[in-house]
T-cell receptor, first 117, second 113 residues
Framework: EPEVTQTPSHQVTQMGQEVILRCVPI?????FYWYRQILGQKVEFLVS????????KSEIFDDQFSVERPDGSNFTLKIRSTKLEDSAMYFC???????????????FGAGTRLSVL | KQEVTQIPAALSVPEGENLVLNCSFT??????LQWFRQDPGKGLTSLLL?????REQTSGRLNASLDKSSGRSTLYIAASQPGDSATYLC????????????FGPGTRLSVLP
């Protein structure tokens, strides 16, 4: 079973610090996503990424956030200056949108729990 | 804007019962609907994906149906087991949301031994 891996599993940071959350999508997937889930709330879409650029982003994804695919395997989410309200579980997902079989299925990683103090 | 709701919010059943979880969405022009399972503090496990051209999907004891015209999907779990206890999330991609999932709030299921 292919899987998306995320590191670290838990990140604790001080307000105002920069954090980078890392994801390794499934190897033959080309479409990547970040979602977040604040404790007790719905999972919310942040951003999608395809062909080395942002495809879509939500109103949550403001100038404090950025995404990057620095090499052929990693996909990162950076928060420049964290706020208390950024505390949440952050999920990375990937999918392939063409071909056969599991087309359209988004596979999610186990998440990174970000705690901003 | 696509809105996804799920009822009930929580459900507690004795082991062995068959049960139905409901998901409703406002924009019927959907691309895909995916059911997930989430254990407390954990990630999302994909259970079933129904594409817009399909009416149902089955995997083991799980069966998901889709009725686009009424904006509804149901997840049927047969012969429930304590290990099925988790939160079940419904998520939809649609014309209004693009390829990005809009998630429902989930149904928290407890199966009692």
């Amino acid at each position: 079973e292919p899987e998306v891996t995320q590191t670290p599993s838990h990140q604790v940071t001080q307000m105002g610090q920069e954090v980078i959350l890392r994801c390794v999508p499934i190897s033959n997937h080309l479409y990547f996503y970040w979602y977040r889930q604040i404790l007790g709330q719905k999972v919310e879409f942040l951003v999608s990424f395809y062909n080395n650029e942002i495809s879509e982003k939500s109103e949550i994804f403001d100038d404090q956030f950025s995404v990057e695919r620095p090499d052929g395997s990693n996909f990162t989410l950076k928060i420049r200056s964290t706020k208390l309200e950024d505390s949440a579980m952050y999920f990375c997902a990937s999918t392939r949108l063409s071909g056969r079989g599991d087309v359209g299925i988004q596979y999610f990683g186990a998440g990174t729990r970000l705690s901003v103090l | 804007k696509q809105e996804v709701t799920q009822i009930p919010a929580a459900l507690s059943v004795p082991e062995g019962e068959n049960l139905v979880l409901n998901c409703s969405f406002t924009d019927s022009a959907i691309y895909n609907l995916q059911w997930f399972r989430q254990d407390p503090g954990k990630g999302l496990t994909s259970l079933l994906l129904i594409q817009s051209s399909q009416r149902e999907q089955t995997s083991g004891r799980l069966n998901a149906s889709l009725d686009k015209s009424s904006g509804r999907s149901t997840l049927y779990i047969a012969a429930s087991q304590p290990g099925d206890s988790a939160t079940y999330l419904c998520a939809v991609t649609s014309r209004k949301s693009g390829q990005n999932f809009v998630f429902g709030p989930g149904t928290r299921l407890s199966v009692l031994p």
